[in-house]
């Protein structure tokens, strides 16, 4: 099994705060790893700096054996597939649905859809479930539906990776278990998918590798962490101050529903 991704000591700096640091990771091919942590324990940032899309300050990232820092543009990006965070997806684009799943077949050297495109983006589009909504405009489409044409629009491009920065956030029940079933297939595919996340879900049995993010570092990664003794108490304050068991209460943030259905 090749890796996919390596990340060597790496550091993120933005502005004057260092966000990342001594970061070392390798996700082998076919893996399926969850990226779990705290609010800003750094998850998107690190995600975003494999993608290039903010500079990495020490350290580096591969991606197929090419580092992010010094060999960008060799980097096969239509093999890569990325879902920002929900709020970059942009409800305000006069396109329809299948327009926007279409241009993730676009980039920076072909400007057209090729042969075949709008079948493809059909077809990513009935893999999230909106196979019927494909010519609506996206601002007339829900949130979580929204979230699922994104997740489309990575798709198309049948990625080898797939990078995702919290599918699930805010999205209901159903939504979730649409995204589960979509994981599996992907998985028994042999993609690779990193995925950034703040509760498992449905996707639990999904999941084999947990890689938790605590101020920056790799507090954990290994199986699904357990949560702490007396968390899943009803009572039980999800407040933690700095007495010594920082990683065992950004784990448990990490893994515990927020709110339960
Ligand atoms: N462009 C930026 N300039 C300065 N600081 C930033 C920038 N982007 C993010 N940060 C800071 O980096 C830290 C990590 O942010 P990041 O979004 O990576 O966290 P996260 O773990 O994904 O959080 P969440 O779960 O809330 O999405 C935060 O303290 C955030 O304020």
Redesign the pocket.
Known sequence: MSDLISVTDLRVD??S?T?LRGINLTVGEGEVVALL????????????SLLGL?PITGGDARLFGTSVRTQRRQIPWPRIGYVP?RAAVGSGIPATALEVVLTGLLNDRRWHVPRGGRARGLAALESVDLGDRANSPLHQLSGGQQQRVAIARALVRRPDLLLL??PMAGVDRPTQQTFARLLATLQSEGITVGI?L?ELGPIRPLIQRCVV?RH?QVAHDGGIPAPAPGHGDADHEHVHLDHGHHERADVHEAVTPRSLP
Do not use: F, Y
């Not at 942590?37 to 995600?47: E, P, Y």
């Open positions: 933005l502005g705060a966000i942590g705290a609010n800003g324990s750094g998850k998107s940032t690190l995600m975003r903010v965070q920065d919290e950034v703040h993010l920056g």
